[in-house]
């Protein structure tokens, strides 16, 4: 049946006409009306369906708008066009709900669809046409349940007087997903929230200055509701079953299971195939289990959600799947990497995901000199950073097929190859993981009790080798100072214990591990105060010192100590951690 504009309208208005006539509601729209905004409008009571209209019971009014077509690519889409124009008049109007009704063959039938047109919602509507007169909007079909309709206008009406239903967003990026609890929308009588959102744009606002300001729009096309309950997965092999989240659409199940959620598998409603998605886990243990459990899955027939069988098709009857031959391989580089990142201690799982392409090109060289030992030129100690960290590695010498190996510093096997013996004033050795010495809190993979275990094993043969240790201890000490690891702290108190044990400590060595003590505790014990009440009486004047600050003496009494010391020990002095324990007003006078 063809029709002209004025038929299209009016059988536009009587489609929607014989709709609402279901519904407890009174209707005034005008044919043919040359009012340029409103075609009239929709009037809603409280009474119950049946009722008379009556002033007591009326709850208000909605301006409604209403537009036939019967364009055909447009009925398939539920879109309709809208005109700057006619969207700032609307917006000046202070809103209303605009209907599209598409008209099929017989021009007396058809699809009832709407859109809430709030003052808020149009200003977001122009900002995303882009200076463009015209575009198509997407209109959503209005609901053929009598219940949800009624629902619906009444949210309608209060939604576009109090410029759509909004939910406080204080992040910095709009949300991607958000969670039931975290929307605070109006819904009417057993209206649901799920409801509610196929039905309305939400508008989302953040807190500026203590004003909300609206950022976005969360629109019914573009949204996927789900409900999300949790469930244990068992997959072949796997001892123990993992809590895992299954959301469910309308039509599909999507379980994510896995370390960190990282595998997806998708159940398409009324199909028998499932999809399965991997993604990058955050680290590279997490990464190899979940390569091994999709590896297990895609040679298994089964699996487990809370403990009930779900089955499927076996892959092992496809044995040249790429997929699978794909994911071996990836198994096979994330072994050889975790081999990598065992021996260095360079976290290159990490810096491939998040490092610079400075940082990337650096490591991807110290890679190819570990996959390849013969392309290294000579042996030694090396240093290289990431992220801000310092690792040290060593480069020592293999065997015939792999000339040199990759090794931490901070590795047991390191020491042999490092232990080396110095013959200046004497033959000593020098604890060979103190090399990682310049600057001790930028240390990457720091392992004090390599060092204290080397220690324990070599002790101390000569006065030299008391005098690197102890001047090591002094820098963990700064490092403590600086960074308040303990760590440092800790190595250091226990290497002292064990320098205090050879025949070549002294007093200062004892001063040195006392202060490392009142870091830890300032209430030092009884036959410690003893001893450093006896080097109050010292002849050295910076051993006395060193025990005043330790006793807490006064700064008067400190400064008066501090005099006594020859003007080239005070400089030597205020380079050393004892002088971090003085006041502040005291320092600046020294």
Request: with cysteine.
């Given at each position: 049946m063809k029709l002209n504009t004025k038929q299209t309208e009016e059988s536009a208005i009587n489609i929607l006409k014989a709709r609402l006539a279901r519904l407890h509601v009174d209707t005034g729209f005008n044919v043919n009306d040359k009012t340029p905004?409103?075609?009239?409008?929709?009037?809603?009571?409280?009474?119950?369906?049946?009722?008379?209209?009556?002033?007591?019971?009326?709850?208000?009014?909605?301006?409604?708008?209403?537009?036939?077509?019967?364009?055909?690519?447009?009925?398939?889409?539920?879109?309709?066009?809208?005109?700057?124009?006619?969207?700032?008049?609307?917006?000046?109007?202070g809103g209303l709900l605009f209907f599209v009704v598409y008209l099929n063959d017989d021009g007396v039938t058809g699809d009832i669809c709407f859109r809430e047109l709030s003052p808020l919602l149009i200003d977001r509507y122009l900002k995303n046409m882009h200076g463009k007169q015209k575009k198509l909007f997407q209109f959503l079909p209005f609901p053929e349940d009598d219940n949800e309709a009624n629902n619906l206008l009444l949210r309608s009406l209060t939604q576009i007087s109090d410029q759509q239903p909004l939910v406080l967003w204080n992040k910095d990026e709009n949300p991607k997903q958000m969670d039931s609890g975290s929307i605070g929308i109006k819904v009417f009588s057993n209206e649901s929230?799920?409801?509610?959102?196929?039905?309305?744009?939400?508008?989302?606002?953040?807190?500026?200055?203590?004003m909300h300001v609206p950022v976005g729009v969360v629109s019914p096309e573009k949204i996927e509701i789900f409900h999300s309950k949790k469930v244990s997965v068992q997959f072949p092999g796997q001892k123990q079953a993992i809590i895992s989240k299954l959301e469910v659409y309308d039509d599909k199940l999507i379980l994510r299971v896995g370390n960190s959620g990282c595998i997806k598998l998708i159940f398409i409603?009324?199909?028998?195939?499932?999809?399965?998605?991997?993604?990058?886990?955050?680290?590279?243990?997490?990464?190899?289990?979940?390569?091994?459990?999709?590896?297990?899955?895609?040679n298994s027939d089964s699996f487990l959600i809370d403990d009930k069988e779900v089955?499927?098709?076996?892959?092992?009857?496809?044995?040249?799947?790429?997929?699978?031959?794909?994911?071996?391989?990836?198994?096979?580089?994330?072994?050889?990497?975790?081999?990598?990142?065992?021996?260095?201690?360079?976290?290159?799982?990490?810096?491939?995901?998040?490092?610079?392409?400075?940082?990337?090109?650096?490591?991807?060289?110290?890679?190819?000199?570990?996959?390849?030992?013969?392309?290294?030129?000579?042996?030694?100690?090396?240093?290289?950073?990431?992220?801000?960290?310092?690792?040290?590695?060593?480069?020592?010498?293999?065997?015939?097929?792999?000339?040199?190996?990759?090794?931490?510093?901070?590795?047991?096997?390191?020491?042999?190859?490092?232990n080396v013996e110095y013959k200046r004033k004497g033959s000593f050795f020098i604890n060979p993981y103190t090399y990682a010495d310049q600057n001790i809190p930028l240390v990457g993979d720091?392992?004090?009790?390599?060092?204290?275990?080397?220690?324990?094993?070599?002790?101390?043969?000569?006065?030299?080798?008391?005098?690197?240790?102890?001047?090591?201890?002094?820098?963990?000490?700064?490092?403590?100072?600086?960074?308040?690891?303990?760590?440092?702290?800790?190595?250091?108190?226990?290497?002292?214990?064990?320098?205090?044990?050879?025949?070549?400590?002294?007093?200062?060595?004892?001063?040195?591990?006392?202060?490392?003590?009142?870091?830890?505790?300032?209430?030092?014990?009884g036959d410690i105060q003893s001893k450093l009440f006896g080097l109050i009486g010292s002849k050295y004047s910076e051993e006395k010192f060193g025990a005043g600050v330790l006793?807490?003496?006064?700064?008067?009494?400190?400064?008066?100590?501090?005099?006594?010391?020859?003007?080239?020990?005070?400089?030597?002095?205020?380079?050393?951690?004892?002088?971090?324990?003085?006041?502040?007003?005291?320092?600046?006078?020294?």
């Open positions: 905004i409103s075609d009239g409008f929709i009037a809603l009571y409280t009474s119950s369906m049946g009722k008379e209209f009556k002033k007591s019971d009326f709850f208000g009014k909605i301006e409604v708008q209403i537009k036939g077509t019967r364009n055909q690519k447009n009925k398939k889409s539920k879109k309709f066009p809208l005109t700057t124009v006619g969207l700032n008049s609307i917006k000046r109007n929230l799920e409801e509610t959102l196929r039905t309305t744009d939400v508008v989302l606002y953040k807190n500026v200055d203590n409603k009324d199909s028998n195939v499932v999809h399965l998605d991997l993604k990058d886990a955050p680290n590279l243990d997490e990464q190899l289990n979940n390569v091994i459990m999709v590896l297990k899955l895609l089955s499927f098709e076996s892959n092992s009857k496809h044995s040249n799947n790429q997929f699978e031959a794909r994911l071996k391989k990836i198994y096979q580089s994330l072994q050889t990497i975790s081999g990598f990142e065992d021996s260095t201690h360079i976290p290159y799982y990490e810096i491939e995901h998040q490092g610079t392409e400075e940082e990337k090109s650096r490591l991807f060289n110290l890679f190819r000199g570990y996959l390849n030992g013969n392309e290294i030129q000579r042996a030694g100690l090396y240093k290289s950073q990431f992220f801000g960290k310092d690792y040290y590695i060593v480069v020592s010498p293999g065997n015939p097929k792999h000339r040199f190996v990759f090794q931490s510093l901070f590795q047991k096997s390191t020491a042999a190859f490092l720091f392992n004090g009790q390599l060092i204290i275990d080397w220690y324990k094993t070599h002790g101390f043969h000569s006065k030299r080798e008391v005098e690197f240790a102890d001047s090591y201890c002094i820098k963990l000490i700064f490092a403590f100072d600086r960074t308040h690891r303990k760590t440092f702290l800790n190595t250091s108190i226990s290497c002292y214990k064990l320098i205090l044990q050879s025949k070549y400590s002294d007093s200062l060595v004892w001063l040195n591990y006392v202060q490392t003590l009142f870091r830890k505790n300032c209430k030092l014990p006793l807490q003496y006064s700064n008067d009494d400190l400064l008066q100590l501090w005099n006594d010391i020859p003007s080239k020990e005070q400089q030597t002095l205020l380079s050393y951690p004892i002088t971090n324990l003085l006041d502040p007003s005291l320092r600046k006078q020294l």
